[in-house]
């Protein structure tokens, strides 16, 4: 008879840390400090929450994986906090005929829009705002992004009781001087690392205070909203 302890050590659905990591399609962040810590980026499908203040930089850190160039990819953004400008969102280089904006009137049909969006397949990413949900609940937006290679970013109020979901990337922002600073709570196939101190600038150049102000004074495209 096997020893129990054997069996469970060849599973081949356990990871141990010192295993090394297999090859897992990534996409960078173009930030090198946080792109290393991460083995290259993040995960190309699942969902990863975001607790922060608005206003971090939060969309910003992403940037670079919500514009990545795939075709007929929509990013969804459900119940963003604040308006989204066209032309910000050309700086960042998401293509505004991509862009879907849902705002729903309560979390329950939020989370309902952000798992059709994932189960459609027709979407890149789905951002979605909200601070009241349950495992359960990630769950299934977590297996539907998994199953659908679609991304789905939860962004989260800091909390001091924040309950643990069932995420590819549990990460935490906080604003420090002129830095954000990054714990990573829980990292698949990696440790949690704290205090990742990151050069951040919020303020926008004059040149891309003067592109937006030159491309408003154009006829611009409407963005698609559902409300």
Known sequence: MKDPLS??????????????HGACARFSLG?????????????TSGMIRVSCATGSGELSLFKQVISQPREHKLRVFINPP??????????QGI?????????????A????AAEQCLKSAACHCVLLWSNAISPKEARRLQVAA?????????????????????VVLDIKLAVKESNIVVDIL??????????????????PSNHAIQWAMLNNKRNPRP???VS
């Open 186 to 203: 829980k990292h698949r196939q990696g440790w949690p690392i704290n205090n990742l101190v990151i050069p951040f600038t919020w303020t």
């Open 7 to 20: 069996l469970l050590h060849n599973n081949p659905n356990l990871w141990r840390a010192r295993d090394q």
């Open 223 to 225: 963005l698609h909203s």
């Open 146 to 166: 998994s199953h659908n290679d679609a991304l789905c970013f939860l962004f989260s109020h800091l909390n001091k009781n924040m309950t643990s979901l069932p």
């Open 82 to 91: 604040a308006e989204l400008q066209a032309p910000w969102l050309v700086t």
């Open 95 to 107: 293509a505004i005929e991509q862009v879907l904006i849902i705002t729903p009137t309560n979390e």
């Open 31 to 43: 930030v090198d400090k946080l792109d290393e810590v991460l083995q290259g980026g993040i995960h």
């Open 109 to 112: 049909d939020a989370l309902w």
